[in-house]
């Protein structure tokens, strides 16, 4: 019988996430993001009972450049994406590639007891979690 290794999301998720508050503004998050090295930001929920929410580079691209907005007069808020899909980190990985792949998802907040402890990626589940079972 042929013993697959289970790995789950949480032995190849990024721990390192950056985390914006939504009033803040676009100018802010590219700032953030060339700070932190990444294209991706955990917008905080409002309350307990809100939802997370992200920004991604490409958000920017289309919502803001691409209609010739001002970042510094776009709030994160205003062209975010929520709520997000998030995964269990106690996810088999193979599942979560089948997540990513249902969805079109470039990223997926790793959420445990209501806290975002990580963050998935494509690059994640294929470089290090594919690595992994070899």
Not at 44 to 73: C, F, H
């Amino acid at each position: 019988m042929d013993e697959t290794k289970l790995i789950q999301v949480r032995d190849v998720m990024k721990t390192d996430v950056a985390i914006i508050d939504g009033l803040r503004t676009v100018s802010e998050g590219l700032d953030m993001m060339r700070d932190r090295g990444t294209t991706v930001l955990i917008v905080k929920k409002r309350s307990e009972n809100d939802e997370y929410g992200m920004l991604l580079i490409t958000d920017i691209a289309r919502q803001v450049l691409a209609e010739g907005r001002a970042p510094d007069r776009v709030n994160v808020y205003e062209i975010m994406s929520k709520p997000v899909v998030t995964v269990d980190p106690n996810m088999d990985i193979r599942y979560c590639a089948r997540l990513f792949v249902k969805y079109n998802l470039v990223r997926a907040p790793v959420v445990e007891a209501g806290q975002i402890i990580g963050m998935m990626s494509p690059y994640g589940l294929v470089m290090e979690g594919m690595t992994q079972m070899a």
